[in-house]
């Protein structure tokens, strides 16, 4: 297949050198080496994961054990840790001869991505000014995922299209941008956003826009053999969806406050995704002849109704409110897989494999500008005094803020995560468009073959199809036309 | 293929229409602005999610935000959670080409389903006379998702010959007669069920049967070439079969008792699943030439354990009484696919597309009376007096109850689900019987097509095979017969 | 198939007894009703899951259900499940022909084995001597789950060459050489062991090598055809890499002190993980040709970071040796897959087939090690002279101990268990040897088809596929050669 793939280059263009035996070694080794010193520098466990827990628990007065913060978040924090290894990796195995690189390089830059977030944002959000040092918890491990979702989002867009190599480079550069805006936004601008609507969602979906419109690929249509979805793939694909869907309220839920706040949360997110579901089922089937449905749709848009409730999940947006905001966002995201993305292909350049634009980029957006007009909505009657303190955090220098300011404050923050997904991706992406990264060429995109080993018999299976097709058509041929066949030959 | 199938018409009878274009829309939108305006006139948080909490704490006396029912349930949820979704819809993804409506419909009708129940249950269960508002919290999720089990398991009786929009008018009226049913048995009658032998799975199988038994289809034998599973269906389908199997622990012990109560009924219903295991396989394997193993039987009936706890789980049924109850349940279980099914489809006219007879019908109503018997046997000594009244609720009107009278009624409790099941699955399927419902031919049948926009490749899969089919038996003539050969042509 | 099944034993060699219809059944429900019997003797509920918690909650001032164990350990408990079933029957199936048996088997054994394990590990463990019962709660199902994974880890080492029934025997003996090897370690030794370096990983790699090793089959070539994964097998086999990999930090935190304990095991494990993926990533694109990866290496290599944790885990090995440790294991795990899989089978007649040698055997041995040095280097100033003694458990007649004689008990524990598996492997081996298992011919090894019932249409595939490779290299001639096609003939 190697001969194959070379001859491929001297028939289509000038061919690329997908060889990445040196580049992948090198990136995973010196940026572990180095995770391994900064971390020996930088990160501690907290007093709540320490041996010395015991005697916290005693100068604390903390009655129980099950009053360590590994109770209260462990549960969540397992449901993201599926969401973004199960639920990410699978959702992206949808296309017929990717699905290795779809879970396999999800699999990767999470794992690397994780580790530069436990240090981005720990020198950004809780660095000790007294030691110097990050003392780590379950809430950063949750954190930490969080912010591998952000360049996760933007592998989306990129899907079957860059190299294992810059994939890395994505991920550092998408974490470190993640780990400042989320600064600006949740410290400086001191904005509410637990599911990260704004800090994940919109800034990942932009941040992978821009990527993917700097690299666009005139001739991306040479590998349109590959560039769709089978029967089984499909289903796998099912598989990342539904983890997704079903752990979406821990998402949402899993870093809002003990209490009434991860428990409203949950409730919210899980009734908002119900109603996605039959919007997008409603317009999907509206939209094809026969009224069949479209995969693509249920697997996507039936999502973004928790896209949208990320960040007002934890308010008191009423049950009824997380059911308007699904019913819209299965609409408009059904409607941006029909309309917008082949739009924006044709007008911008704009290749996005998995619409993330419609999934993440849009709902993310709306999810922000929701969330300040719930904010700007809240009132003493019904969150009572307490409450209102309690989830939008006004104490320390906030503690004067109205909240028709808390409003104006969230949708600013909205801005700054488009921005930072903007132009971020724009830098980004010219720095992908190096030749030295090891990225396919137009005809090798959306192919398992270029960077994995793929099982012998599996390699014969495009001909094969070909083949069959071929024979088909023949046979069809022969039956309508003669009595002259090939087994009578 | 829309032509295939149109031709297919002409040959085998009158032409059905399966175009849904406008009545799935339709459906979905109406019944989903609806649930809007019911939520916004019926739904509020109850006390421990809203933004209230910190002051019920202070005004309970609630010492810790960890005795939040969150805490207790929220792991318990997300498990019955996966199963609703992954696991009864990755169950029914085992035919050869029906894996996208198996998983897709399921998604559909859980999610329509689920806002249907919490206002459903809510009416019955826990609406406010004061203030006629329905409070919901985790434990409603957690009932919601119980109450679409029941259409998710009738589903399992129709899989193949109804329509998505005939789904949702089964979900509709199924979530209805649920909740009708659930008051009965558990507050009129005041019966236990926590994991729902009775009220979920005796009242869904039946349910499903008799909606099946009404639309019988003597001509189903015309789609036989897709009733049956292929080598990767049947993986998928184990895919859904274990995460039943292994969260069912969670699903029997969800809602019941803090502390004990939950506790007892996971370790029975783990203990009465690995039972069932060993039985269904020795069964199954007895039944076949050379003792090959089944994987119909391995899929269901090693699940019909935990179905058939599902009432005496949280009881003090003693561990080895749950290794007996799963013990008799698989080799019950795996007669029914063995010998029941195929005797009630030749003699009853009852076409079961996946054993629900064998796995929740009769399951549950021995579950049942399962219930009832340990419930009569309850003695102070086993439970002590403060347990008795823990576990059967002897508490207000009920206090005096004897135990022999409690068992009495959890089995009068029993026969009530069957009957609702039964007249209510019989009304049902006369409703559906109307040709507006746009259900399938008899040979469109167990076929994706009919509904779901297809991968192209995957379209002309059927061909290949029988084609390659065809060329094996020519080529083995061949190899047989001669030294004439296609190749030497 | 039958028929060809016993046509190949005539061609091949002599012909082997498959048929397990008498054996599979008996040995099922022997076991089955003798684990009845034996819980009906012994097996009773704990004070936390019996119905007299309301009183023991008043005895013992236990303030709150929540204190109850259950709400510390079932999160977990379910997280472990997902492993044992999903994890490990998930990574099992990707052979291409084998992943029923992959799936199914796993299923069948540790259904039986958490079942034998509870009384085993009863009876070592927590035989009260005054009732002589056995009292089980929630952590005795985390325990009985983890001596089964003992045995699952010995079942990839035979992966396709025995048949269920030998299956059966070696739990029975694997889950009784645990019980005993654990009592030794974990009480007699007092070694701590929380996620189970030495007495799972450890033990069950060495037992399955020993028992592969008794078995060799010098003419295994014979079913070379079926010794490889397909595309979609190995998408299959990803689910079981995923979700042990995802919920790992739970598996060597499950039993782990409450509090710092559980908190810090888990941040751990996570840490190791991640570290894990990205050398096993580099090593596997460094080997070979154009940088391309091996599914292989990322299925299993990217686990042995976990396996070496699961002694040090729960101590304060420092986030930063968490990462080392998974970095060193990362790389020797995947050096394993590509040179010392191939060296033993070779030079030492070890035929290996999940290479647990390298996931196992060998990460299980240097995670001991590990946690014997860790041990050893523990100080009051680093865990509090409190931390020190609740990590290390030096209560009781251990309450003088030193850490460095902790240390070197801590080796001479992994030393034990790799004994056992050594000298416990050969003996069931040698049982194994006996001609009455119903064990696969040499050139039906890998091969579903022994022991399932197989869905029609899969049995012809084979042929297919060699049909069709050999049409395209046909194909391949005319096109090249001459004018001369199948279709002009």
Redesign the interface.
Known sequence: M?NCCERAGNFFGPQKN????????AV??V???A???L??VF???DK????????T?REENI??????????R???F??V??MI??GF??LM?FL?RY??SG??FN??IA??G??WALLMQGWFHSLDPATGKIY???ES?INADFCCAGSLIAYGALLGKVS?VQLMVVTLFGVTLFAVEEYIILDLLHCRDAGGSMVIHCFGGYYGLAISWVLYRPNLHQSKRLH?????????A??GT??L???W??FNSAITD???G???A??NT??A???S???S???S??S????????VH?QNA?LAGAVAMGTAAEF?I???GS??VG?CMGIISTFGYLFVTPFLEKHFKLQDTCGVHNLHAVPGMLGGFIGAIVAAAATEE???K???I??FDLEGKFKDRDLGTQGGFQAAGTCVSIAFGLIGGAIVGFILKFPIW?DPADDNCFDDET????????E??P???E??????H??QDIRSESNFS??Q?
């Open positions: 190697g997908t060889n990445v035996r040196v580049s992948l070694p995973c080794f940026w572990q080496i995770m391994i010193i971390f020996g990160i501690r466990y709540e994961s320490d041996a010395h827990w015991p005697e628990k009655t129980s054990d099950v009053e360590n913060d590994f109770y209260f462990y549960p969540s397992q449901d840790h599926v290894f199960v990796g699978y195995t017929k699905s290795y879970v396999g699999f990767l794992s690397f994780l580790q780590i918890g379950v491990l294992p769709g979805s089978i029967y089984h793939s499909d289903l796998f099912m598989i539904l983890f869907w079903m752990f309220p821990s003990h209490g009434d991860q428990h409203r949950a409730i899980y009734i995704l119900a109603s579901v039959l919007t089922i409603a317009i089937s509206m094809q002849k026969r009224g069949k449905l479209d995969m249920i039936s008191m009423t049950p009824y059911l308007i019913f019904v969150y009572s307490e409450g209102l309690n989830t090891g960077y994995w080993e793929l099982p012998e018999d599996e014969t299976v001909p094969v199809l083949y069959n097709n071929h024979m088909i023949k046979q090939v087994e030959s």
